[in-house]
């Protein structure tokens, strides 16, 4: 059985969207976890995932290893025993530790084939309730979006603790994604976030409430496809991650240079620090923003278009 899942990249409203405000989400067709379960003819779970150059037996790995945990996760949920015999082939183009959600996506492809697998169907919800659950393991305290636009697929407007909102694109829009090559843990800049919401809660509180109005407006455009406002809005929110002092050097100049290359707008993406930023661009000039990006020093773009 074979299942996959894409990346993603959140639009607008992170960090926001610690403190219960809306972000948005879109998923990343362009890469994505393939996973694979069959029957094996030797005993035990055989995990080969050759991207982390792993091939080893369940039992051999730590139990909060990242993808040992996920097969754990499902087996104790479905109260299997005696253990069946698999092969598990995990393969993937989704960068890791890039802000692009590669480690809800090995769990939501995982999940799914091992379900298909042992015959068990699981709803989007309980694969998204149990994705969250392996999150929490690896993350600490997420707010659940990456888990949340990787189950459904589609855009995805989210709030803490909200039922799932997905939503249509009224018309396609071009992303190009520049990633600065630099791992930065999002607990890292979240506990940042954190600390500077104690010592300033007025202002914090102000600035999350202008992002939601972002996240709500850009939602609207998206959703009557008048896309062009979205560059601005991008521009806006970057200002507010800035002063929320989770974007570096090296987000703004790629941010920069992709609106010197003519994109509408720009901004990070993510936990900040380090990871990805994105642009919005006209599909006709894609490819030199990525260029311009790659001139700026981006390790790697990616040109996605959302529809
Ligand atoms: O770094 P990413 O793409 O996983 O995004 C983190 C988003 C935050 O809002 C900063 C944290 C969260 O859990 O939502």
Redesign the pocket.
Known sequence: MKASAPGKI?LFG??A??YGRP?LAVPVTQVHVDAEVSDSPRAGIWIHAPIIDLHAELNSLPPDHAIASVILKVIQRFGISPLPNLDISISSTIPVAA?L?SGAAVSVALIRALSASLSRPMTDDEVNALTYEIEKIHHGT??G??NTVITYGKPVYFMKDRPVETFKTGNPFTIVIGDTGIAAP?KE??GDVRRLWIRDQFNLENIFNEIAQIALIGRRSIESGRTEMLGELMDHNHEYLQELTVSSPELDSLVEAARKAGALGAKM???GRG?NMIALVDPAKAESVAAALMSAGAKRTIITEVS
Do not use: L, M, N, Y
Request: aromatic share 0%; hydrophobic share 30%.
């Open positions: 959140i992170e960090h969207v610690v972000a802000g959600g997420p707010s979006i990456d999002t800049s979240v993406s993510g936990g990871g």
